[in-house]
């Protein structure tokens, strides 16, 4: 089951203090930090949390804009904001770890999303 244990933001200082310029009209960041319930670890999950008038000034010059991993709220709202994060993310269940983190991805971007570990030397050489 996970467990959300931070969230982060490179947009904002002190997120649960700080608000973006218009409230009304932005696009933040938050890095959520997620791991298995009662045990150490995290990974961390990107999300990017944005207002539909941030988005009808982005889309006035371009056709369109993907939605994944966006959290669209009417406004600013740190509390509605760590709700809705908190709702997602916390408690989500699966046989192990890497099916939790793959349910998680669809609501964030996933550190490891799309990993592949790179061969080594020896692996690379048949040793």
């Not at 997120?15 to 045990?39: F, H, M, T, Y």
Request: one cysteine or more; hydrophobic letters at 35%.
């Amino acid at each position: 089951m996970s467990e959300i244990k931070g969230l982060h933001s490179p947009d904002l200082y002190a997120l649960e203090l700080d608000n973006p310029p218009d409230i009304e009209n932005c696009c933040v960041l938050i890095e959520v930090s997620v791991g298995p319930k009662d045990e150490p670890g995290e990974e961390y999950f990107g999300v990017v949390v944005t207002t539909p008038r941030w988005l009808a000034d982005h889309l006035s010059d371009r056709e369109y804009l993907s939605g994944r991993h966006y959290l669209i709220v009417k406004r600013y709202d740190f509390e509605v904001v760590r709700s809705a994060l908190y709702k997602q993310f916390q408690g989500v269940q699966g046989a192990n770890w890497s099916e939790v983190a793959e349910r998680l991805a669809r609501y964030g971007q996933w550190e490891f999303e799309d990993y592949q570990p790179t061969l080594g030397h020896h692996e690379r050489n048949g040793a």
